[in-house]
Structures are given as structure tokens and as C-alpha cells.
């Protein structure tokens, strides 16, 4: 392109009127509308609708932290240990159990993506290109849930069946930034569901149902990337004195901790496929095997 045919284009260009704010928010939403619409919204519907429009960011508003997100009745957040806990893989064997399960991790999900809308609003001087890639994840988050719910309704277990735990969200309300929430669910909960969901992808083959596992295996894929996006804005806002590990352990609160980061057969393939060094690997298996000791 030469000289004046670009100087042409830039002067129309700069004639072009900007579009009038009220049509801006017609054809599109702002990521803070994106998180309220998750966490403020009562009908599960709404919550799970992935934006069609645009997101922007010009408006990312003060902080605000949600004491709890509003749901529809029948997944409100139970009383502790009201809640039914997740079948041990032998009894997946049975369809009601393995709908059972994804029950459970169907409110997993949509925990999880609760938290990062409650993120989002929490903490809004966070850089935009971290939102931006929050609120792509949110979108995965959804899917998830989706996935989950729809698999346990073809088992015989519509999502809203059972009473529902808080745990994720709980946990989530001592973050205090977002290096804390970086730590605590990408590499710590999401890290730990590396392993979780190849061992349920294994045992729902091992019991014939290839649709359960098939959808375990697409969540860990989704995952390595959740992990490496955690891991990646750790590496951006931590002090540049400590250590990827380092960082990570000072931003965990108790109880989550390096050893909550893994189940009982280590991904570390996957791990490293996330970004993780072998001096992050090698000392979250330390730190699994120092837990177990104090256990004994």
C-alpha cells in the first residue's frame, strides 16, 4: 500500500461517526455485565448463556464482592455436610451413581465460574488482557457445566436433584487478590482435576460408558489450558524475587495448599504440557508426600 492511498484511508476513517452509546450497549456487553448476569442471576438458564455479542471492557466499575450467588432454589448452597458426597469409583459402576457424580461436578463447575465472575468483580484494576481471558474461560466454565448436567439428566438425575455443597466458593472468599485466586483455583482445584477427571474417564470406560468418558476427557484437555492460563499471570504479577512455587505456595490460604493440587494418579505430563518447570513438578509431589507423612 502506498503512501497516499493509506493517508486516504485513515482520513475516512477518522470521518466515520463513533456509534451513539445506546447502540453500543445494544450489540455489546461489558465483562462485568457478563460476571453479574453469572452471579446475580436466579435462573440457571440465564446464568449458563455464553454473550453471542461482543465483550468489552470500558466500563470494569469499583470493586464489589458477592457475599453468595444468588441460584434458583433448588441449587442453593446446603448446610454443611447436607450435601451428598462424591461416589468412591467403585460404585460408578451403577447408572444412578455415576449421575450422581455428574451432579456433583456439574455444581463444581458452576461454582467455578461463579468465583471468576466474583473475581472479575472484586478485583477491577486487574489488567484487561487478564479479563479477557478470564471471561474466555468463564465461557468454558459454562460449557462445562452444561456438559455435566445434561450427562447426569440422561442418567436419571436432572441437575437441582440433590442439595449442593459450597466448598469452591467458600474457599474463594478469603482471595484478596487476584494472585491468591491464581494460586487457589487454576493451580490448585483445576491442577487437581488434571487427575480427577482421567481417573474418572478411566473408570467410566472400565464400567461401559463411553459418553461419561468421553466428556471427562474433553474437561482435562480444557483444563491444561485453565492451568496454563493460571500459571502464565502468576509468572506476570508475582514478584520477580520468587519462584514460580515460591509465589504460588505465599498466595494459597489453608486449607488449600500445594498438596490439594493433585489426586491419586500425578498427570505430570499434563502439568508440563501447562507450563509448570520440573522444579514446580518435582516439589508439588514433595510437598503430597510430606502431607501424607503428617497425616500418619
Same mark, same amino acid.
Given at each position: 500500500m502506498n503512501r497516499g492511498n493509506r493517508s486516504s484511508?485513515? &482520513?475516512?476513517?477518522?470521518?466515520?461517526?463513533?456509534?451513539?452509546? !445506546?447502540?453500543?450497549l445494544l450489540i455489546l456487553m461489558e465483562i462485568r &455485565? @457478563?460476571?453479574? &448476569?453469572?452471579?446475580?442471576?436466579p435462573d440457571i438458564e440465564q446464568k449458563l448463556r455464553v454473550p453471542t455479542e %461482543?465483550?468489552?471492557?470500558?466500563?470494569?466499575?469499583?470493586?464489589?464482592?458477592?457475599?453468595?450467588? =444468588?441460584? %434458583?432454589?433448588?441449587? &442453593?448452597? /446446603?448446610?454443611?455436610?447436607? /450435601?451428598?458426597q462424591m461416589p468412591a469409583l467403585g460404585a460408578l459402576e451403577r447408572e444412578d451413581k455415576r449421575g450422581l457424580a455428574h451432579h456433583i461436578m456439574a455444581n463444581h463447575e458452576l461454582q467455578a465460574v461463579e468465583v471468576m465472575a466474583w473475581v472479575i468483580l472484586a478485583f477491577p484494576e486487574a489488567p484487561k488482557e487478564y479479563r479477557a481471558g478470564m471471561a474466555a474461560i468463564m465461557r468454558d466454565e459454562q460449557r462445562h457445566t452444561r456438559m455435566h448436567a445434561e450427562r447426569a439428566a440422561r442418567l436419571g438425575c436432572p441437575f437441582g436433584t440433590y442439595r449442593v455443597n459450597? @466448598?469452591?466458593? +467458600? +474457599?474463594?472468599? /478469603?482471595?484478596?487478590? =487476584?494472585?491468591? @485466586?491464581? !494460586?487457589?483455583? %487454576?493451580? =490448585?482445584?483445576?491442577?487437581?482435576?488434571?487427575?480427577?477427571?482421567?481417573?474418572? /474417564?478411566?473408570?467410566f470406560e472400565r464400567f461401559g460408558d463411553p459418553k461419561s468418558a468421553a466428556l471427562m476427557r474433553q474437561i482435562h484437555k480444557d483444563e491444561i489450558e485453565h492451568v496454563s492460563f493460571g500459571l502464565e499471570w502468576l509468572r506476570k504479577l508475582k514478584p520477580n524475587e520468587l519462584s514460580d512455587f515460591e509465589a504460588f505456595e505465599k498466595h494459597l490460604h489453608?486449607?488449600?495448599?500445594?498438596a490439594k493440587a493433585r489426586g491419586n494418579e500425578f498427570q505430570r505430563e499434563a502439568r508440563a504440557q501447562a507450563g509448570m518447570d520440573n522444579d514446580f513438578l518435582d516439589r508439588l509431589e514433595q510437598a503430597a508426600i510430606d502431607d501424607e507423612a503428617l497425616e500418619i
Open positions: 484511508i485513515v &482520513q475516512n476513517a477518522e470521518l466515520t461517526p463513533p456509534l451513539p452509546p !445506546a447502540i453500543r &455485565q @457478563y460476571a453479574e &448476569q453469572i452471579l446475580l442471576s %461482543p465483550l468489552t471492557d470500558d466500563a470494569p466499575g469499583e470493586s464489589v464482592r458477592i457475599a453468595e450467588p =444468588v441460584r %434458583p432454589a433448588n441449587l &442453593q448452597f /446446603a448446610p454443611r455436610r447436607e /450435601a451428598p459450597c @466448598y469452591i466458593w +467458600k +474457599k474463594a472468599m /478469603a482471595f484478596t487478590s =487476584v494472585l491468591d @485466586y491464581l !494460586a487457589g483455583l %487454576p493451580l =490448585v482445584l483445576e491442577a487437581a482435576n488434571l487427575d480427577h477427571s482421567i481417573e474418572l /474417564a478411566t473408570t489453608w486449607p488449600l495448599r500445594a
